[in-house]
């Protein structure tokens, strides 16, 4: 595959034509790596043209609204999913929501959210999600299109808050999501502030989301962030980590590639009221102090919820 | 899936119909409602639209309903117009000694949704057949508080006048 195709498919679906943070090669790699430095481009020009092209109108209210009671299922009698205080959400206009991310692959506080958002809400609102590439691209899951999960890349945000849509954005990716079992009660975003910098770009207000019982789920041992940078992961799929656990029915579970079943834990998601960035911090607000303050709310909260809970996993 | 609920109260049909037809008292009787709001300008009568919100399992439940029968003192039934499919329907009917009869019924589901959509419904109905049946019990507590109190000072202003 030549650069140019790599970049024409890389960038229908909002994304550069190579991953973030993936530094473009010096012309000493170009000229004694080259051949890894091209095998490496080629991966990841494969993997970005397997993403889905971002389009909003694949989101599908009738698919939504019918596939409601699986879903409601699932959070009501495995997770026994409980979310509050989603009349902090303004009741109309762009939003931005922002979460804390557990659960490794398959995320179960998302679809307990989702479902009470939507069931709240109505289909009718529309909803998005950011999701990272290569959970869109996994054979399967095409589905979690029609919920409204879009790659999750700068543009994409910006089209879906500039439709009016509310947006749901982990900070924390794939680095909190596969925190181990001991940070389980801990808010880590890795000092990514890229949320702040768009909800003032847009000038709507921040949403903080927090969960929990999502990473009491399956037994996260360890990131793995050593492992995935030897093996170039971050480079080729934009993955910082190849996450370490057991889980059922796999034992030593390496990756969660092929997902798992997850342990029914009891999942509990509250949202704190809106914070308008410019009214709170001033017209040209600090990031670092913005951020400091988001976590340091949503910590307090999720520090709460966490004294709630009598036992792992039963809740 | 169709709920239905009853009970006797101890009050006429039109001091049952205050209640049942006025949306700002619902949060105050309805078990399990997190949300019952008037849309529009319109709060009572035929074309009347409320926002109503119960909870039901992991998920606060409803959408908008629009008022489609209003027979003062004997019906009130309602369709949804979105959210979740239902009809509501309260039913006062008069007894002897100035008591009423109240029954309500409830359907709810989401079309199309297939057995996912049927086993949720099964799973669902004791909760809100729970709700109903405790809404009916609050409804008669206060409906029947609310007669006393009447006529406690219907006496005393007869007393006051002789």
Known sequence: MSDATTAAKASRNGHGDLPPGTKPPTSREGAEGGLVGRAIRAAAGAIQARIPVADLDERDPDYIRENLPGIWLLASLWFRGEVRGLGNVPEEGPVLLVGNHSGGNLTPDTSVFTLAYNAYFGVERPFYQLAHNLVLSMPGLSFLRKFGTVAASPENAETALSSGAALLVYPGGDYEVHRPLWERHKVDFNGRKGFIRLALEHDVPLVPVVAIGGQETSLFLSRGETIARALMLDKLFRLKVLPISLAIPWGLNVGDFLGHLPLPAKIVVEVLPPIDLREEFGPEPDLNAVYDEVISRMQAALDALAAERRLPIIG | ?162
Request: proline share 2%; with cysteine; net charge positive.
């Open chain 2, 1 to 162: 899936m169709r709920v239905v609920v009853d009970i006797e109260i101890n009050a006429p049909c039109e001091m049952v119909w205050e209640y049942v037809s006025d949306p700002t008292r619902y949060l105050h009787f309805m078990q399990g409602m997190t949300r019952y709001e008037v849309v529009g300008k319109q709060a009572q009568g035929v074309g009347a639209r409320y926002r109503t919100l119960m909870r039901v399992g992991s998920a606060e439940v409803g959408g908008v309903v629009e008022v489609v029968e209003w027979d003062e003192s004997r019906d009130l039934a309602w369709n949804s117009v979105t959210g979740v499919d239902q009809r509501g329907r309260w039913r006062l009917r008069e007894r002897p000694d100035d008591r009423t009869h109240v029954e309500f019924r409830f359907q709810y589901g989401v079309a199309g949704s297939g057995i996912l959509g049927w086993l949720a419904e099964q799973v669902a109905a004791p909760t809100v057949r729970q709700h109903l049946r405790r809404s009916l019990h609050q409804l008669k507590r206060q409906v029947e508080h609310e007669r006393l109190r009447r006529l406690a000072a219907e006496r005393r202003s007869r007393t006051a006048a002789a």
